[in-house]
C-alpha cells in the first residue's frame, strides 16, 4: 500500500510533529502515575514494559476480572474506560478460515475477556488520574 498526505493532514501533522517528544514523556509519567496509584491491588494487572524499551503509552491497558462489570460501574461513576481490543486475532472473520477455536488460544482469549484501557493522554491533569484509579480500585472491590 502507497499512502501519501494530503496538504492540510500534512500541514497539520507538521505542525504536531515538534510537540511529539514532550507528548510521549507525558504519556509516561502519566502511566508512572497510574502504576503507583494501583500498586497493590493485586486484582488489577498493569501493562508490563520491558526494560530494554521505552513505551510511549498510546493506551495505558490493565487486566482484571469481570471487565465489563467494572467498565459499567466506572462509567456509570463518570470516568470512561475503553475496550479496544474485545476480539483476539483467531477470532477475527478474517482468520476464521484457519480453524482456530477460542480454546487454541487460551491466552489470547482470556486477555481479550480481561483488557480494559483506561483514560490517558498528554493533557490529563493528576486530579484526574487520581479519579480514575480510586474509581477503578472500588469497582473491582465492589
Known sequence: MNSRLDTLQAAILRAKL???VGWNAARRAVAARYD???A???RIQMPGVDA?????FHLYVVRIED???????????GVGAGIH???????QPAFL??????????????????VLSLPIYPEISDEQVKRVAQTLIEAVRA
Do not use: I
Open 18 to 20: 515538534p510537540h511529539l
Open 85 to 91: 481490543y474485545p476480539v483476539p486475532v483467531h477470532e
Open 52 to 56: 530494554r524499551a521505552e513505551h510511549v
Open 36 to 38: 503507583e496509584l494501583l
Open 40 to 42: 497493590g491491588e493485586n
Open 97 to 114: 478460515s484457519l480453524g482456530c477455536a477460542p480454546d487454541d488460544l487460551p491466552h489470547a482469549s482470556r486477555a481479550a475477556r480481561e
Open 67 to 77: 471487565r465489563n462489570r467494572v467498565r459499567q460501574l466506572m462509567n456509570d461513576q
